[in-house]
């Protein structure tokens, strides 16, 4: 079946550095993928919908200087948090659509663990 | 009208019980209602999912029942199994537009 790879499943990083995030559809084309954000004990979160070689919409509220998207290929799309804070740790996932399929549903990645120290 | 509310909030259930979680939308252009189950840790990944052209639709022991005159959807987990403790999420898409969710049902099967 599709299936939707995410990496790293967790990372740590310290205050002011960047982190990058690969979602990747193993064994479809995506030309949209979307990355998600999920608090403890709450709802995904649209942050962004990342179309392939064009830019990223974003959501209301969601700065793009912060989370930088690029969608490069068919099969990946990468999300770069700059400038990490603490108030960027949460969990971050991306899902991705296969238009080959009349229908298709979404397929989620396995999600991030961002912990900013 | 982008929002897909979702009842209750937890729930705990008997082993062999039904589990029932229920969502209500507003936007009448929505054309696809998935359900989701999220392990702790985890992604989501998709249970099951409906089109507003069928009333019902079951797959093993999960069943979703739709009711577009109310704008309702339930997602049914007959004999309810200790392995299906999670959280679900209900959603709605209309075309290839994003999907909306619904804000979880943490289950919870006592064995």
């Known amino acids: 079946g599709a299936v939707v790879s995410q990496h790293p499943s967790r990372v740590i990083c310290k205050s002011g550095t960047s982190v990058k995030i690969e979602c990747r559809s193993l064994d479809f084309q995506a030309t949209t993928m979307f990355w998600y954000r999920q608090f403890p004990k709450q709802s995904l979160m649209l942050m962004a919908t990342?179309?392939?070689?064009?830019?990223?919409?974003?959501e209301q509220g969601v700065e793009k200087d912060k989370f930088l998207i690029n969608h490069a290929s068919l099969t990946l799309s990468t999300l770069t948090v700059t400038s990490a804070h603490p108030e960027d740790s949460s969990f971050y996932i991306c899902s991705a659509e296969n238009l080959g399929t009349r229908n298709s549903p979404l397929h989620f990645g396995n999600g991030t663990r961002l912990t900013v120290t | 009208q982008q929002q897909v509310k979702q009842s209750p909030q937890s729930l705990i259930v008997q082993k062999g019980g039904i589990s029932i979680i229920n969502c209500a939308y507003e936007n009448t252009a929505f054309d696809y209602f998935p359900w989701y189950q999220q392990f702790p840790g985890k992604g989501p990944a998709l249970l099951i999912a409906?089109?507003?052209?069928?009333s019902e639709k079951k797959e093993g022991r999960f069943t979703i029942s739709f009711n577009k005159s109310a704008k309702q959807f339930s997602l049914h987990i007959m004999d309810s199994q200790p392995g299906d403790s999670a959280t679900y999420f209900c959603?709605?898409?209309?075309?290839?537009?994003?999907?909306?969710f619904g804000q979880g049902t943490r289950l919870t099967i006592n064995p």
């Open positions: 409906i089109r507003p052209d069928v």
């Open positions: 959603a709605a898409r209309w075309g290839a537009q994003k999907l909306v």
């Open positions: 990342s179309n392939e070689g064009s830019k990223a919409t974003y």
